[in-house]
């Protein structure tokens, strides 16, 4: 069984990003000459949900697999200020890790939390940023416009983390490996078998129980600091300039909403596609993100 610590193929790096902040990542296929691609993870996960795809790519293509800040292996610093988990900081680390090896373009492919940092650091660095991919997320401005009444309840963690800082630590803390269980079982299909061994969830929860403080502080800057600067950008009429493609769910039939029509306005060039894969599609159906990414590759 492959070590649930590592992408076949890749080797682990570690760069500094930040004052006293440094980001790991997975690094495979340097130097082919395909475009570079950088991939991110989500929660309550690590770069290792890319651990089938990120190889497929890497054929062709430099691949660079970080953790997030907070998250994973990266380092995990306190929130003392709105900023330090913004999704603009957290897009300016991805900026950095990649320049300082030695990509200074890349196409960058973001899943839930990770795709929310992909599509800040498509509207900040459009001139690093060439094709983007979004994985079962809306914007976060557009996330809490539709998320009201009781069905709001599927997205109960958004409320409990934006509160303020302590009860949302504590409350987690208690209860870690169930908190963060819930929803590696809860974003499972109904009646599909879990799209990671026994090794990699037990990772997952390992990691996750050691970043409580920041995971909450990732999330709590997506109902302040993040959305003002989505708000921002829409009222300046930035959008995404690259070509964009989004896989997701069909949560907008279920909760009222037009999904693709919601990306549309954000991406010119969009290609949006819905799947029955679940949320964890990289890893439940990898093949399927594979053929999305060289799709978008090749416009």
Known sequence: MTSPTNIPGFHDVRVTVDDDVALHAAVGGSGRSGRAVVLLHGFPQTHLCWRHVAPALAADHTVVVPDLRGYGA??????????????????????????????DRFALAGHDRGALVAVRAGLDHPEVVTHLAVLDVLPTLDMWDVLHGADAAVAFHLYLMAQPAGLPEAMITGAADTFFGHFLDAWTPPGTPAPFDADVRAEYLRRSREAVGSIVADYRASAGVDVEHDRADRDAGRRLAMPVTVVQQDWGAALG????????????????????????MAESAPDEVLAALRDLLAR
């Open 257 to 280: 909403y037009d999904a693709a029509g919601l990306w549309g306005a954000w991406a010119p060039d969009l290609d949006h596609r819905t799947t029955t894969a679940g949320h964890f």
């Open 74 to 103: 990266s380092d995990k610093p306190a929130g003392s200020s709105p900023d330090t988990y913004s999704k603009r900081t957290m897009a300016r680390d991805v900026v950095r890790i990649a320049a300082a090896l030695g990509v």
